[in-house]
């Protein structure tokens, strides 16, 4: 049976991402959604500005909305139809390294966004995440 | 006699624009509105994402409110005019190529938009869904 | 293996909702969406005014929200707290007799939400839509 | 040493009123936000619609905000001054039972919010959640 992404799973993705923030020094923030884009799991790390929780959040809402790592859709960061979709409340999408979607058996169960260190630091973290739950995505 | 855009016809014209959907092995969101903007019919594919949805129901508001194809808008994009207009609640127009008049017997009936491809891929699907209620405009 | 709520599920029960609606002779809007709140599928039937779009999409989505039928939502509707959620972009929550859950293999996969008739008739379609996907509830 | 509401307080807080709601056996969405109504830790138990997300979170950020039990500020709920403040983008405060904020050293380092169940069974999980921090608040 596929329970898809469960609690314990997205907090145990959760703390993988934070183990590895820590290894590298780098205080985060990261969100876990689920695959309609709502919060399942958040934690931000000591020393992380409150500006890092929206911007992991709608990360990983936009790799919910469009099925799709953020990096992908950064050549449509400047269209204006990119724009107008609002992934939550007034928030349009944010297409960045970090944002990840989460695939279980076949099926979108959500996303990860990660956000404090570099693009590079970012997602290394939501690697380490997504790696927790058995998905493992390059570099 | 005009019996207009029936149910009958936008569910025809989802059913064919979904049919070539499938066979360009593509996941789209189709959405077909009445001439006063307001929803018809509506499907969306397994595997396609989404924010598809707001994508293909904004374009089709879009056609319908101008009376014209989103790709002739595209020059307005930019205008401050253009953005101050609502299409639905809150949402500005969207000019894609996926964007189409539903013109029956010389009278607007509705609008269609398609989501989840490239610009090209989803107008291929418009088009299919247009034809089906014999209509036929150029690629 | 579960495939959950497919698009061809819910075009399944969206005609099984419209037959209901024929053979009791009142045009109605139906809409269904996916566990997050976000249309699959929609059929506006001839006669229906469009002020049923956004009520049948509103209280599919409401119950998706809060994974209840909108009958037990009533107690709320003049709360604050329950009118200050967006379940949609602007839109407050929408408690009906025909918002009702679809949960699949004890999962929630969406929601279906009717309108155009009275509450009992609306409803009457919400469960004929549901009971093609091998969901009984209550009358 | 005051060492604030720190990534690791605000986890374990976190973890005891999931423990709680298990307890009890009710689904909870809780969030702890800091001073500043920004989110430091969010969990969604599995079963919780995902309407309990904004709820706990706005929750939270009402009591930060007028640093002061959701309990005590329900005279206002219908007063425009109350409602014209945003908590955040959009969202006005939200009064409610599980709305308390985290005094830590006479200092207001944030606030918890719970939603999922009754007002006084997510006011018992806030509890939980406070009472590891060292925090006894009356039921």
Known sequence: MDSGLTFERAQAALAAAVAKAQAIGVPMSIAIVD?????????RMDGAGWATVKI???MAETSAAFRSEGARLKPFVNDRWFNSIEVAGGQPPLAGDAGIPIVLNGRLE????????SGAQDRACARAGLAALGIHVPE
């Open 35 to 43: 695959g309609g884009g709502h919060l399942l799991a958040f934690g």
């Open 56 to 58: 992991a959040v709608a």
């Open 110 to 117: 959500g996303a990860i966004g990660v956000s404090g260190g």
